[in-house]
T-cell receptor, first 112, second 112 residues
Framework: GEDVEQSLFLSVREGDSSVINCTYT??????LYWYKQEPGAGLQLLTY?????DMKQDQRLTVLLNKKDKHLSLRIADTQTGDSAIYFC????????????FGTGTRLTVIP | DADVTQTPRNRITKTGKRIMLECSQT?????MYWYRQDPGLGLRLIYY???????NKGEISDGYSVSRQAQAKFSLSLESAIPNQTALYFC???????????FGPGTRLTVL
């Protein structure tokens, strides 16, 4: 089955940029998603990208997709303490259940 | 997403009890999904439904059953709860018209 991987932890200083990386294995991915989860909360959809795009920008968020390497990244500019959370990447395959496959999440800690 | 409700939001139950988690959506999506989140494992697919008459098992369906009572309602049941079913459960209708994917607020289930 599909395998989505992320590093577990990332620490950055307030005001710096954060880059969260994700890799996936199935080349039939159609859409790739980034979610934010704060402690005790649900999943907030941050942004998503169609697989035939290589970049998407949305305010402080920039998503880069390298389809050849099956690598996805989320850059958060001017990181704030409110950005501290767990970030999940997920992809949707073209076939089967058409569900999302999730990585294990990256815990971002912003140091004031 | 305010268009998806899950009840109960929190539940503590005992081993061997039957419990039902409910999900309702107001967007008229044909597809609905149930996922489970365990710490360090991301989300995994339990069951999914493409319409009222189409129910399918996901990656981790053992110990669970579902019912699609109407297009808007998709319930997940644990016939005889066990402690390793302690987790956060998310319902996800959709995807939406632009392939966005939102999740319900989640149900935190603890099995003692």
């Amino acid at each position: 089955g599909e395998d989505v991987e992320q590093s577990l932890f990332l620490s950055v200083r307030e005001g710096d940029s954060s880059v969260i990386n994700c890799t996936y294995t199935d080349s039939s991915s159609t859409y790739l998603y980034w979610y934010k989860q704060e402690p005790g909360a649900g999943l907030q959809l941050l942004t998503y990208i169609f697989s035939n795009m290589d970049m998407k920008q949305d305010q402080r968020l920039t998503v880069l997709l390298n389809k050849k390497d099956k690598h996805l990244s989320l850059r958060i500019a001017d990181t704030q303490t409110g950005d501290s959370a767990i970030y999940f990447c997920a992809d949707r395959l073209q076939t089967g259940a058409n569900n999302l496959f999730f990585g294990t999440g990256t815990r971002l800690t912003v140091i004031p | 997403d305010a268009d998806v409700t899950q009840t109960p939001r929190n539940r503590i139950t005992k081993t061997g009890k039957r419990i039902m988690l409910e999900c309702s959506q107001t967007k008229g999506h044909d597809r609905m999904y149930w996922y489970r989140q365990d710490p360090g494992l991301g989300l995994r697919l339990i069951y999914y439904s493409f319409d009222v008459k189409d129910i399918n098992k996901g990656e981790i369906s053992d110990g669970y059953s579902v019912s699609r009572q109407a297009q808007a309602k998709f319930s997940l049941s644990l016939e005889s709860a066990i402690p390793n079913q302690t987790a956060l459960y998310f319902c996800a209708p959709g995807p939406g018209h632009w392939d966005e994917q939102f999740f319900g607020p989640g149900t935190r289930l603890t099995v003692l």
